[in-house]
């Protein structure tokens, strides 16, 4: 079973920041947390991953509060192509993915 | 890089007819992750292998699921006989020791009637 817990569905309007959360309480010292997405019929697609310092790239932020029990995926400015289901996973090493149900999140124009 | 292949893309085949999946992973990576898409199970693991050795299987529904690496830009995924409730879509993915990232393919959308 997926370690995380993440809300079913969330609204984002178009241009404004994009906030996703995620628990994971259980997380053990050496497990990161990733976020990958899944644009509606393709394959889930890496965004970001974190250990416990705030990371930024190209596509998101990752937030990991100090006791990394919980973290925040910041889209800064959704756009509609950011429509997608965004999946929290914890994991070590190069284990594979457990994906649980994700946050579906729409972009509305 | 091309990513990650998978082909076909879409399989329609009869019940009881064998299915065969192929993959090929990004070159140089070292991992292989085969996964599988249903609305009721969302996605899940089938196998992974390592340098082209399974190192997990207990993904594996059945014994009607076998997969191989024969070499380290080939992998197959074999389904025999089908049944209509291994209607689903299949990804492959590849990543390699060090980096955290795995490639997902586009995917292969079997239905099976």
């Known amino acids: 079973d997926a370690k995380t817990t993440q809300p079913p569905s969330m609204d984002c309007a178009e241009g404004r920041a994009a906030n996703l959360p995620c628990n994971h309480s259980?997380?053990?010292?050496?497990?990161?947390v990733y976020w990958y997405r899944q644009i509606h019929s393709q394959g889930p697609q890496y965004i970001i991953h974190?250990?416990?310092n705030n990371e930024t790239n190209e596509m998101a932020s990752l937030i990991i509060t100090e006791d990394r029990k919980s973290s925040t995926l910041i889209l800064p400015h959704a756009t509609l192509r950011d429509t997608a289901v965004y999946y929290c996973?914890?994991?070590?090493?190069?284990?594979?993915?457990?994906f649980g149900k994700g946050t579906r999140l729409s972009v509305i124009a | 890089d091309a990513g990650v292949i998978q082909s076909p893309r879409h399989e329609v085949t009869e019940m009881g007819q064998e299915v065969t999946l192929r993959c090929k992973p990004i070159?140089?990576?070292?991992?292989l992750f085969w996964y599988r898409q249903t609305m009721m199970r969302g996605l899940e693991l089938l196998i992974y292998?390592?340098?082209?050795?399974?190192?997990?299987d207990s993904g594996m529904p059945e014994d009607r699921f076998s997969a191989k690496m024969p070499n380290a830009s080939f992998s197959t995924l074999k389904i025999q006989p089908s049944e209509p409730r291994d209607s689903a879509v299949y990804f492959c993915?590849?990543?390699?020791?060090?980096?955290?990232?795995?490639?997902f393919g586009p995917g292969t959308r079997l239905t099976v009637t």
């Open positions: 993915a590849s990543s390699l020791l060090g980096v955290r990232e795995q490639y």
């Open positions: 259980t997380i053990s010292g050496n497990e990161y």
């Open positions: 974190g250990l416990k």
């Open positions: 996973i914890v994991r070590s090493g190069n284990t594979p993915l457990v």
């Open positions: 070159s140089g990576h070292d991992y």
């Open positions: 292998f390592n340098n082209n050795v399974p190192i997990d």
